[in-house]
């Protein structure tokens, strides 16, 4: 009977050769038997670790993700507007990813598609999301500062959506990243300018 530690060290075996794999094969192309016979398992064994493919690559999103938010609690404190710390955040965790090899794979053209479904609907994935922008959303939202109504789900799905593009579809963003994110992605979570009425606001019947 394999002991919890042995079970995690087989699994990250199986991570790091599905992260090989998938680099060198393509999704499309990746076998469950390739991955096995990496680790050096039989693919039947493979099964209780990792149901299938898109399994194996949420489980790569998960390592990473995890990875990168740590950084970024690191890197960036909690105080002053919470405009810059999105940005801020935002920014690290675009340029943290882009450096990242597992992440580069995820995303690749090949790819693409199936991270693109995983962000969009996966509740793991944007659970260990919340977990890091949920102190930055309250302390935003204590400050007046963000915009009233919006929950944190649909923020987080505008952010994540977003940093698909960055990983996925670069050339789609004009500019600089930073510019990109200050000048489009941040403003519409932010409350209005005391005095300003918002479009929403100016929408509504006197």
């Known amino acids: 009977m394999s002991t919890p530690d042995t079970r995690s060290s087989r699994r990250r075996a ?20 390739d991955i096995a016979g990496q680790v050096g398992i039989a693919r039947p064994n493979l099964y ?14 998960e390592t990473e993700i995890v990875s990168v938010n740590n950084q970024r609690r690191h890197l960036i404190p909690l105080s002053g507007s919470v405009r810059d710390l999105i ?4 920014v690290i965790g675009a340029e943290l990813s882009a450096c990242n090899e597992l992440l ?12 693109a479904r995983l962000v969009a609907v996966d509740s793991d994935l944007m659970s260990m999301e919340c977990d890091y922008w949920k102190p930055i ?3 935003g939202r204590g400050r007046g500062e963000l915009m009233a109504g919006l929950s944190d789900e649909r923020i987080l799905h505008w952010f994540m ?5 960055f990983m996925a579809r670069r050339e789609l963003v ?3 990243m930073r510019s990109w994110i200050e000048d489009f992605v941040v403003p519409p979570v932010l409350a209005a300018p005391a005095g300003n009425a918002t479009v929403r606001d100016r929408r509504k019947p006197l």
């Open 14 to 33: 199986i991570i790091e050769a599905a992260r090989v794999t998938l680099r060198d094969k393509g999704f499309d192309g990746t076998r469950m038997e």
């Open 48 to 61: 209780r670790y990792f149901s299938n493919k898109e399994d194996l690559v949420r489980a790569l999103l």
């Open 87 to 90: 940005v801020e955040s935002l």
């Open 104 to 115: 580069a794979v995820v995303f690749d053209e090949d790819l693409g598609r199936v991270a």
């Open 137 to 139: 959303l309250e302390y």
């Open 161 to 165: 959506s977003n940093h698909y593009v």
């Open 174 to 176: 004009s500019g600089s």
